[in-house]
Structures are given as structure tokens and as C-alpha cells.
């Protein structure tokens, strides 16, 4: 392949005794105008080379039929006020509506199409107060997150004057008369060192009204700078509780009586490495902990007397993973985890199991919830073959009933899915699900994609994923691998897939595509790896250690040098997570599984799409350039290493409609065309 230059530099760092070479680190400076003359070139060469491919406009269209299919979330409910998102045919984002009753009619509340002309921004969250007169939300531009809180009068539409910014992934809480409320907020610049403007989040008061520099401070001076906080406040506004988690396997835990603010915020749980997450009410605390119970159980504890061993046990620890729970018509709400399927049960107060509430299938529960004193539940249910769809259930009598749904033009009936478990090199059994069309013949030669995350306690289980209908109306197949690392069966699966285990998420996305050979689904011709993010990570590590094993594959918002990744963006955040290369046997341990690192001169790796965005604040795009660069002068053979940088775009989250479609209309016509699909 003819690829745009790329210089190397003689540039070797001495880590801990060890050398280590880094010749593409100019690639880190974004802004200077070499790289960005670089990542033009970079991305003209990769759109040349696909357009050679065929098919790619008869992909396009059917592929903006399967993205245009709507998205719908289960409303959250205040006093007889709906409020839910949704996106119809047409619009490049959702848009947050609500309406007057259960079937009241619909009014546009927040549109971000509204915002910009080329549908730039994003709504990234959004708090309505307990009286639905009022929603706090966050808008922010070019995919960035970076928000920035505004307030609007759901009855006029019309924002209030207060104006927040550095409102990023904010938590918030309203105080029960919708007069102000506490949020998390990150510095302003030029308060905090230059490079730290995303780390030294802290909890701060809001009155309406009120200017938001005079927000008084209630938690945060002297933590750690990398701590993410919450929020939480019960019904009747008299327990603020507050969360301090470092990584995604421990937090502490305060808790303020705020009807005698005089004595402070009190410590219920610190230093504990485990998580203890709270649902506060007016006369108790529900904590849900994985603390000696992998798998989570549930504690009653009175906020007067909330001292350890005063908690009492109400939901135990079971084979199944306890995944949430949440206090709706006076009874508890649970959902559960099965064999990376979801189930949702009602509980008694004192724990006692009610029922379990009946699910369409074997699937995934993408949001629910309900007020803590009405009796009606909202759940949104989707599966490999079941789009958006929200059901309403009665708390008291178990009635269930649909409320709104997603159509799509597909035929669910003709496609299957099946979960299939197999070992991973050490033993450990993993399972997989995998997704064609009904009677497909297993002849070895199927055109497979088989996708991955193995990481941060993140929970893979049954999706919509509509662009993976491209392939299966095709006879192809889509697997799902539950690796660890993930959440799907408890912190302890979860916690033998991070730092000194990363190795093993690796090894079981290995052991995953064999056994797609070995059962006859594909050979390795014929079969392609995806992921983003830290999933970008895994396709990274893993075609660089069994590039035997893949004709082709995508690695989307990738993490790739592991050795340098902490000095970027928001990324010492996830040193808990994967460890550090300034600690001596951490480096070690990355070093091993850097893919940057690993790429070996004259080795024949599979055909390779990296993709990222400039405007990317989680996953600084400098791995993308990095790896592309070093693969593009190591590898043999014909298969294509290419490079699409977004701009205008940020990790994934936000990304409006239209962008989806070109970069997912990219991605299929390099699957299709290095997996020898016909279009």
C-alpha cells in the first residue's frame, strides 16, 4: 500500500531499566499543523482506498434504513408529568418531550437540533425536579461532553438566566420544593494547574437564581484530584448522601442530615475497596454492596445510626448479580443480571420477594424507574431482535402493559440468537452470544463479526444493534463475547479481566473466535473483530498478539499506548483500572500487552480500520495516529492499515444521525470487502 508518509524519530525512553522505543511520539502534538497535514493525508488515503471497494452505495442505503430506526428511553415520571427521550425518523439526535399524563399528548421540552444548524450539539443528561416544573440539563458541542447546565420552565420552554459551565457527566440532585439543588462541577480554568481542568470534580449548592462562581463548596477540598462524586437526596430533602469512587471498584460513602447541617457530613463507609452505592429515603438508606459479595447484596441502614455493624441484611448475595435497585410505590426494585440477561424483581421493604416481573425474552433492561411513592413502574426492554420498547407495570397487583414502542422494518422471526459457553486458556468457562438467521447452515465459511469490551465492570448483554442486521441479511453472523473484565457476572469477573489480569480478557476474546471456528460458524478468513474504547484496546492487543486469527478488523476510539496513555485527557482516571507505567511492576505488566509496543516488523497482520475524533475528551485520538503510523511501516503482506479521524466529533456519545451513517457506512464496506461479503 501506498501509504502518506510517516517520519520516524531515533526517540528511546529507559523505563524502569527497560528501553523502549517510541518513534511516532510527534504524532501526540494534534494541533501542530504537521500532524494535521499528516491526519489529512491520512484520511484522504483511507476514503481513496474504500471507495474502491464495492457496494458501498447500496451499504449506504440500506444502512441509513437500519440507524434511522427510532431509539426510545422509559420516561422518568413527576407528578403526573412524562418525561422521556426519543428520536424518529429523520432527526439526527433524541429529543427530550414530555407530556401531561400517561397518555397525554407530547411536547417538545429540549430539542439540540434547536442549538447549531449542522446539528453539532448534543443533549448529554438531564434532572427533572420532583414537581416536574423544572428540568436541569446539559448541553455540549461537537461530541466533546463538556456540558454546560441550563434550566428550563417545562411550561413555557423557555430557560431560566442560570447558566452553569464545566458541567461534565454532572450529578445532581433537586431539593424537594425545586428551589435549588447540589451538582458536581469541575474547576474553572486557571484555578487548578493548566492540564487539570478534568480531574478536582466537587459538590457545590445552587440556589436559583444565584450566580454560579458564589455556589458555596460542600464537598471535595483536600480529596484526590482523580475521585468522580455523586449525589443523592432523599424525597422529603433530609439525607444528602454523597459517593467519592476511585476507579470502578471502590467508593466512599458521607452522609449529611441536613436538618442539622451543624454537624456535618458523616462518614458511613471509607477506605473500604469495594462499592457501596446508596438509594437514600426519607427514614432509610438502601446501600447495595459487592463487599464480601461479589455478586452484591442489599442493607437497610437507619441514616441515625449508620455505623457498619448496625446494617441489616435484607437482600442477600445469589448466583444471579445484583445489578440495580431503587425504591418505586414503597416496594424495592431490583434488577438482576442472569447469564448476562437481564431480570427485574419486586421486593418487600424488608426484602421479602414479591414476584418477578415477566420480561418479553431473553434480553436487556436499557433503563427504568419510577417515583418512590406511585405505583407505577417504566422499563425499557431490547434484545438481538426486539428494538426499544417500554413497558408500564403496576407495583401493587403485577399488571403489565406496553406503553410505547420502536417500529422497525425488520422481521424479528427469521433471526435466532443463542448463548454458547466455552473455556478461555486458563479454564475459566466464558460465554458468548451469537446472532443469524434462523436454519443457517454451519458450513465453516460464514462471514463473521464477533465484537468486545473486557472492561471498567461494563456488562455486555443483549442488544439492538442495527447495523449488525447488514450482515445477518446476508447469512452472515454477529457475536458478542462477555469477557472479563465486564460486569456481567460480579465484581469478581470483573476484577480478573483489570491491572495484573488484563491478560485474561485478551486470551478469552482469543478463545472466543476460536471457537467460532471451531464450531464450524466461520474460519479465520472470513471472520473480523470490533471494538471501541476500551474495547479498541482489546481488537489492539489482540490482532497484535494472534494476527493469524482475523482476516480484518476495527478499532474504534482505541486505547494503544499503554506505557503514555495516563498523560493525556481524563485518562489518570483509569489508572485503577489498568495500572501505571510509572509504577515499576505495572509498567511491566502494560508493557506486555501494549499494543503500540507489540507490533512486530515483517508480521502480517489482518487489514486494520482505526478510527477516532478530534474532538475526543475521554481517548486522546494520539493512539490512532501512533498505531496507524507504526503498523502502516511494520506490516507485510497487502492488507490495508487505515486511518478515519472524525471532526466535529467526540468518543461516540452525542454523535448526531448523519455522522453515524458515514462513519458506520465505512466501516461495513471495509468488513464487507476484506470478509468477501456480496452486496
Request: glycine share 10%; net charge negative; charged share 25%.
Amino acid at each position: 500500500m501506498n501509504y502518506p508518509a510517516s517520519r520516524m524519530e531515533d526517540l528511546v525512553d529507559v523505563l524502569h531499566g527497560v528501553e523502549v522505543a517510541d518513534p511516532y511520539r510527534w504524532l501526540e502534538a494534534g494541533d501542530s499543523p504537521e500532524v494535521r497535514a499528516w491526519t489529512e493525508a491520512q484520511n484522504a488515503f483511507t476514503q481513496e482506498t474504500l471507495a474502491q471497494a464495492p457496494g458501498g452505495d447500496l451499504i449506504r442505503a440500506r444502512l441509513a434504513e437500519l440507524l434511522s430506526i427510532g431509539v426510545l428511553t422509559a420516561p422518568q415520571v413527576r407528578r403526573g408529568r412524562y418525561f422521556y427521550q426519543r428520536r424518529a425518523e429523520g432527526q439526527n439526535q433524541p429529543v427530550l418531550l414530555w407530556r401531561q399524563g400517561l397518555r397525554g399528548e407530547d411536547h417538545v421540552l429540549v430539542d439540540p437540533a434547536g442549538y447549531e444548524a449542522d446539528a453539532a450539539s448534543a443533549l448529554d443528561w438531564w434532572y427533572p425536579s420532583p414537581d416536574g416544573k423544572l428540568v436541569a440539563y446539559g448541553i455540549s458541542r461537537h461530541g466533546d461532553e463538556k456540558s454546560t447546565l441550563a434550566i428550563r420552565v417545562v411550561e413555557t420552554g423557555e430557560d431560566l438566566p442560570d447558566r452553569i459551565p464545566h458541567t461534565r457527566f454532572t450529578s445532581l440532585a433537586w431539593l424537594p420544593d425545586g428551589s435549588g439543588f447540589y451538582y458536581t462541577r469541575y474547576p474553572e480554568p486557571g484555578t487548578v494547574p493548566a492540564g487539570e481542568e478534568d480531574y478536582w470534580r466537587k459538590v457545590h449548592f445552587h440556589p436559583l437564581g444565584g450566580e454560579w462562581r458564589d455556589d458555596p463548596e460542600i464537598f471535595g477540598a483536600g480529596r484526590a484530584k482523580e475521585e468522580m462524586l455523586g449525589v443523592d437526596l432523599s424525597p422529603a430533602g433530609r439525607w444528602l448522601c454523597i459517593t467519592a469512587r476511585r476507579g470502578w471498584s471502590q467508593n466512599d460513602l458521607y452522609l449529611l442530615n441536613r436538618h442539622a447541617p451543624e454537624r456535618g457530613l458523616r462518614p458511613v463507609v471509607e477506605g473500604i475497596a469495594a462499592l457501596f452505592l446508596p438509594e437514600p429515603q426519607n427514614d432509610r438508606l438502601y446501600v447495595r454492596t459487592d463487599h464480601e459479595a461479589p455478586n452484591y447484596r442489599l442493607f437497610s441502614v437507619d441514616p441515625e445510626r449508620p455505623e457498619r455493624d448496625a446494617w441489616a441484611e435484607i437482600v442477600p448475595e445469589s448466583e444471579e448479580v445484583l445489578e440495580g435497585h431503587a425504591v418505586v410505590g414503597g416496594r424495592l426494585v431490583c434488577e438482576y443480571l442472569r447469564a448476562a440477561s437481564s431480570a427485574l424483581k419486586i421486593h418487600a421493604l424488608d426484602g421479602t420477594l414479591v414476584r418477578e416481573v415477566p420480561l418479553p425474552g431473553i434480553g436487556s433492561l436499557a433503563g427504568w424507574g419510577g417515583e418512590w411513592d406511585a405505583d407505577e413502574l417504566f422499563f425499557s426492554f431490547v434484545s438481538f431482535t426486539v428494538p426499544p420498547t417500554v413497558y408500564r407495570h403496576e407495583v401493587r397487583d403485577g399488571a403489565t402493559e406496553l406503553w410505547e414502542r420502536v417500529d422497525a422494518p425488520l422481521d424479528p422471526d427469521c433471526y435466532e440468537a443463542r448463548q454458547l459457553r466455552f473455556p478461555s486458556h486458563d479454564g475459566t468457562e466464558v460465554s458468548m452470544f451469537v446472532v443469524h438467521r434462523k436454519g443457517l447452515e454451519l458450513d465453516g465459511d460464514r462471514p463473521t463479526l464477533l465484537y468486545g469490551y473486557g472492561g471498567f465492570n461494563v456488562s455486555l448483554t443483549p442488544a439492538f444493534v442495527r447495523g449488525a442486521y447488514l450482515l445477518l441479511e446476508r447469512d452472515g453472523v454477529y457475536a458478542m463475547a462477555n469477557l472479563r473484565g465486564g460486569g456481567e457476572y460480579g465484581e469478581a469477573w470483573h476484577r480478573a479481566g483489570m491491572l495484573e489480569n488484563k491478560q485474561n480478557v485478551f486470551d478469552d476474546c482469543i478463545a472466543a473466535a476460536e471457537t467460532l471456528v471451531r464450531l464450524g460458524y466461520t474460519r479465520p478468513e472470513r471472520l473480523a473483530l470490533q471494538g471501541g474504547s476500551n474495547g479498541g484496546l482489546l481488537v489492539g492487543a489482540v490482532v497484535t498478539q494472534r494476527p493469524d486469527l482475523f482476516r480484518a478488523a476495527v478499532c474504534q476510539v482505541p486505547l494503544l499506548d499503554m506505557l503514555r496513555y495516563h498523560r493525556f485527557s481524563i485518562a489518570r482516571l483509569w489508572i485503577p483500572e489498568y495500572g501505571s507505567s510509572d509504577d515499576p511492576e505495572q509498567f511491566r505488566v502494560l508493557h506486555a500487552y501494549s499494543p503500540y509496543h507489540r507490533v512486530r516488523d515483517g508480521e502480517r497482520y489482518p487489514a486494520l480500520l482505526i478510527t477516532a475524533a478530534e474532538s475526543d475528551s475521554r481517548v486522546d485520538p494520539l493512539h490512532a495516529r501512533k498505531l496507524a503510523a507504526r503498523l502502516q511501516a511494520a506490516a507485510a503482506g497487502e492488507a490495508p492499515i487505515l486511518l478515519r479521524i472524525e471532526t466535529r466529533a467526540g468518543h461516540g456519545a452525542g454523535k448526531p444521525l448523519t455522522k453515524v451513517i458515514e462513519e458506520q457506512a465505512d466501516i461495513w464496506r471495509f468488513l464487507f470487502w476484506q470478509l468477501g461479503v456480496k452486496t
